[in-house]
């Protein structure tokens, strides 16, 4: 019976049986603090703005991180970043139960699975269910599949890139007015919540172009889907701009594109393992997309190349601009990802047999699922951590104190402090005027981590065990 079951299964049915099977397994750990080995200091960073969202300190045009300055400046904390919507959504989960580090991995698993079904959606609309469903396997376990259940925006903003693409198909091939607003807000939230969507969104002028509607029709549809990015260009560019300058805090504007070209060609190596390993985390899935490339080609399939060369410049644009940010962080592939998903499974689909597709879909996800299995844990030594905010309690510190922690710029243990301040390199601890100078600025606490400094300040003593050193000022 349940043989019978499966083999009557359409693709559509193959592919929600897929996401929801993606969607349990990434429930494992999903309740971890953010205490991965990668990526914690990025999610940590999100969550400290979503905590003070939650406890009523900012709101969602300031938002507020817990470093309150770099060096011994003094600043609000307030911060230039991508629109908050992600950490407003675990700000408004924690104002019904509390607030806790793992909310916002499960409203990012949330949108991210849906942002799975409409991406089969949009292909089977376009292309075939066969190919949609290919695409869709190999990108729920690409890159995507570790990413998608973490506190960041990446593949929650171009989940809701999917949603808006989604919706435009739905107004080209029947102009309802419904279907054009839910297009430009959620293109327009795609843009403010991680501004790499625009990567995926790039295929917006061609769908329009190679549309049925009328000329007067794609006219204006392209002069109102300036709107969004309008909106986003004020976002990035200006508001961030003005409130990094107020706040004095820093703001990631990227590099000049020459000299991230320069910085590509000094680590050609670690960008090129990017392309041909950490995009699909599958050996087997880069050969399958290589031989896409080949088929593409030769099968003249021009709707292919068409998306595959647009989105292809936009990303490259993109990385170059990212510069350093992109050379050492993988997840910089997350945009590039649903393509290189696409070109493999358009190789999948040319095999004669259907049962060799899904051996190679099969061979694919496993060793995609297997080069990210770590991450579903967290490493007993890396627990005592969350100790630090029970131990600055007991030393009868309040959540008002302002402490310096030698974080060597990971602010990491401020965040799992509860408190505000600083993060500083172990080296300035030597330096007695900045020590003074922090103190003037209303520290109390120094918390010295002993395997990354072994020596004694000149302050009073309150706690030692063998993670933490800490010292009050008088």
């Not at 230039?80 to 924690?94: D, K, Q, T």
């Not at 990012?108 to 695409?135: E, Q, T």
């Not at 999948?348 to 190679?360: A, G």
């Not at 209303?442 to 990354?452: F, L, Q, R, S």
Request: aromatic content about 16%.
């Amino acid at each position: 019976m349940m043989k019978a079951y499966f083999k009557n299964l359409s693709y559509q049915q193959w592919a929600f049986h897929f996401i929801v099977i993606l969607f349990v397994i990434r429930l494992v750990g999903i309740t971890h603090p953010p205490l991965e080995v990668n990526h914690h200091w990025r999610q940590v960073t999100g969550l400290m703005v979503a905590r003070n969202f939650s406890e009523g300190q900012t709101d969602f045009f300031h938002p507020k991180i817990d470093e309150v300055g770099v060096g011994t400046h003094v600043s609000s904390g307030v911060i230039g970043m991508e629109f908050p919507l992600l950490n407003g959504l675990i700000a408004a989960v924690s104002s019904v139960f509390g607030f806790d580090h793992w909310y916002g991995r499960l409203i990012n698993l949330l949108v991210s699975s849906l942002g799975l079904w409409f991406f089969f959606l949009v292909i089977k609309k376009y292309w075939s269910d066969r190919l949609a469903f290919y695409a869709t396997a190999i990108l729920g376990t690409s890159v995507w599949f570790a990413f998608s259940r973490k506190t960041m925006p990446d593949t929650f903003s171009i989940s809701i890139a999917f949603f808006s693409i989604y919706f435009l198909k739905k107004f080209l091939d029947d102009t309802k007015w419904l279907y054009l607003l839910s297009y430009l807000v959620l293109s327009g939230l795609a843009l403010l919540t991680k501004i790499p969507s625009a990567v995926v969104l790039a295929v917006v002028p061609l769908m329009i172009y190679f549309s049925s509607i009328s000329l007067r029709k794609k006219c204006m549809l392209t002069l109102v889907s300036l709107l969004p990015i309008a909106l986003a260009v004020f976002w990035y560019f200006g508001w961030n701009v003005m409130i990094a300058k107020e706040s004095g805090m820093w703001y990631n504007v990227g590099e000049e594109i020459p000299k991230g070209w320069h910085l590509f060609i000094q680590e050609s190596g670690t960008v090129a393992k990017h392309f041909y390993f950490s995009t699909l985390m599958s050996y087997v899935g880069i050969v399958a997309f290589v031989a896409g490339l080949f088929f593409m080609i030769l099968k003249k399939e021009k709707a292919l190349q068409l998306v595959a060369g647009v989105v292809s410049v936009f990303f490259i644009l993109f990385a170059l601009k990212s510069g350093r940010h992109f050379v050492f962080q993988h997840y910089y592939m997350i945009p590039i990802a649903p393509v290189f998903s696409l070109i493999a499974a358009f190789a999948l689909i040319q095999l004669q047999k259907k049962w060799m597709s899904v051996v190679f879909l099969v061979a694919i996800s496993v060793e995609s699922i297997a080069n990210q299995q770590h991450d579903f844990r967290i490493h007993d030594r890396n627990l005592y951590k969350l100790e630090l905010e029970a131990i600055l309690d007991g030393l009868g510190s309040s959540r008002e104190d302002l402490i310096v922690i030698n974080g060597e710029g990971n602010p990491q243990e401020l965040y799992l402090s509860h408190r505000k301040g600083w993060t500083c390199v172990s080296t300035e601890l030597n330096d007695i005027q900045y020590l003074n100078a922090l103190e003037d600025a209303g520290a109390k606490y120094v918390v010295v981590k002993p395997n990354e400094w072994v020596q004694t300040i000149p302050l009073t003593l309150v706690f030692e065990n063998e993670h933490y050193r800490i010292y009050r000022f008088q």
